[in-house]
């Protein structure tokens, strides 16, 4: 069950009002709508292809929706569906794969599904597992630099970078990876793990702009960056979510501060990026390409308010409210993304026109998250319940549009609907938890003992120590804190 305080579950429950209850239970009917469909066609491969109704491993065979799914079954309540996979996960998941896997992709993913099943369950086979994994994985931080290679053989090791890059690596796979690693580091009192990742943030503290703005290509060899495109959108996004996000995982104490102070500086380079469309006013963020900027923004971009909001809370009051409200003029652009398409579902990304507001670029919806988790966090630290509304209305359209009798697909083309054919893993992962956070009571998966990875896999804080000895005592405060298995008075709503 996952609240062990009986007073806290009373309060939950008054918390509840009845048109969140039934909106919840709408988005936990979708969840095993597109759960019982990844079963039926595609159980153990890594996505469904519902229209073809078949499985494909775009993972290398790891299983990626099940591993993606099963915090999300344990939070909803859906206890026999979690038990058929935990049953996969100890009986069949097998990491011995001849595949080129992303490092990112498969620590967000894999990693961070595996431990935060193991916070949520306390069963050690998933934390058996994510070290299974991590160790295949670990020997792409064995560059000259220590900034890791981003692609790696699951057998033979020999890591190495895409050809396109050139060489180098990419920011956000190389700079969000902290938070699954310190926290493996944490569980199994093994100081390896999170030592490789907190060395990747000291070599890019080296030579850190004044503005923080990293550009999205790292020499993995000088540890130095390449001359590249700055985004807050796709390849750089993560890098500065897990800076924030690591000194809430370390407790917000001074051997985690200059996570804090990273992440500021980078929020004051944003400021710079900021530009109104007219005539609306709609407030987004530019890429920036040398010393010029350019006016696009990607829906991957539409975490940031989430970010803001969570990292307000850190500033003093002014500062706090500027970013706040920096937040929720975002969050609306981002709405806007959505409710500007024939189909209610936003684009890949939009450009910014004068007079004109936004345009749409790339014209596909596979049913990505990020608004919806900015939506969360705001709600949650507004108590507005205009974000709910909204994010109901982005529901609504998913369920108009997405749903499928074999599950849910995304759109080729927002204003046509033309569907594609795959199940993301991430819209059981991400788009339907954060939805059913949305309308579930703010205590319950509570900012306060949680943080989410960016794959929404909530990992519980625990009390850090960097002494080698100490990870031990962490791994002891961990045993003592995970959430007990479903008891029989765990019912299928999470709160009964």
């Known amino acids: 069950m996952i609240h062990t305080n009986d007073n806290k579950i009373i309060k939950d429950l008054v918390d509840i009002d009845p048109i969140n209850e ?66 996969w996960v100890a009986n069949s998941l097998d990491f011995n794969k001849d595949y080129e896997a992303s490092v990112f992709e498969t620590t967000i993913r894999v990693v961070g599904g595996l431990l935060s099943a193991y916070d949520l369950s306390g069963d050690e ?42 060489g180098n690596s990419i920011l956000a796979d190389s700079g969000t990876e902290q938070l699954e690693f310190i926290a493996l580091s944490q569980r199994t009192g093994d100081p390896k793990y999170q030592q490789k990742v907190e060395n990747v943030i000291i070599q890019l503290q080296k030579t850190f702009p004044s503005d923080g703005l990293l550009p999205i290509f790292i020499n993995p060899h000088s540890g130095a960056a390449s001359y590249s495109t700055i985004t807050f959108g796709a390849m750089g996004d993560s890098f500065y979510e897990y800076l924030l996000k690591a000194w809430i995982q370390g407790n917000k104490t001074e051997t ?4 804090r102070k990273m992440w500021e500086t980078s929020m004051e380079g944003l400021l710079s990026l900021i530009r109104k469309t007219t005539p609306s006013s709609f407030t987004y963020i530019c890429e920036k390409n040398g010393g010029s900027l350019s006016d696009k923004m990607d829906e991957l971009a539409c975490f940031v308010p989430g970010m803001l909001t969570l990292g307000s809370s850190g500033y003093g009051p002014e500062k706090a409210e500027k970013f706040l409200s920096l937040a929720k003029e975002l969050s609306w652009t981002c709405y806007n993304f959505y409710q500007s398409t024939s189909t209610k579902l936003a684009g890949e990304n939009y450009y910014f026109y004068v007079g004109e507001d936004m345009g749409i670029g790339t014209s596909w919806n596979i049913l990505r998250p990020e608004t919806i988790e900015s939506l969360m966090y705001l709600w949650r630290f507004t108590g507005n319940k205009t974000y709910q509304d909204w994010g109901w209305d982005i529901f609504q359209a998913f369920e ?14 927002v204003n046509t609907g033309a569907k594609d054919n795959m199940m993301q893993s991430f819209f059981l992962a991400e788009t339907l938890k954060y939805l059913y956070l949305l309308f579930s009571p703010p205590s319950f998966i509570s900012f306060d003992e949680w943080v989410f990875n960016t794959e929404a896999h909530p990992l519980r804080i625990i009390p850090r120590s960097d002494k080698e000895e100490g990870l031990g005592a962490d791994r002891k ?13 765990h019912g299928r709503t999470g709160y009964s």
């Open 477 to 489: 405060a961990n045993a003592r804190l995970v959430t007990r298995p479903f008891s029989r008075k």
């Open 22 to 87: 039934e909106r919840r239970e709408k988005v936990k009917e979708a969840m095993l709508h597109a759960w019982d469909s990844y079963e039926k066609y595609a159980w153990g491969q890594d996505e469904l292809q519902p229209q073809s109704k078949n499985g494909v491993n775009s993972f290398g065979g790891l299983g990626a929706t099940l591993i993606d799914s099963l915090d999300t079954l344990y939070i909803m309540g859906l206890e026999d569906e979690f038990r058929r996979a935990r049953e």
């Open 125 to 166: 086979i998933f934390l058996e597992k994510a070290k299974d994994i991590a160790d295949r994985l670990l020997p792409a931080w064995n560059t000259p630099s220590g900034i890791p290679y981003n692609r790696i053989n699951l057998v033979h090791g020999n890591p190495h970078n895409p050809g396109w890059t050139g």
């Open 256 to 259: 985690v501060k200059h996570y």
């Open 400 to 413: 108009k549009n997405s749903r499928m009798d074999s599950g849910y697909v995304g759109l080729k083309d």
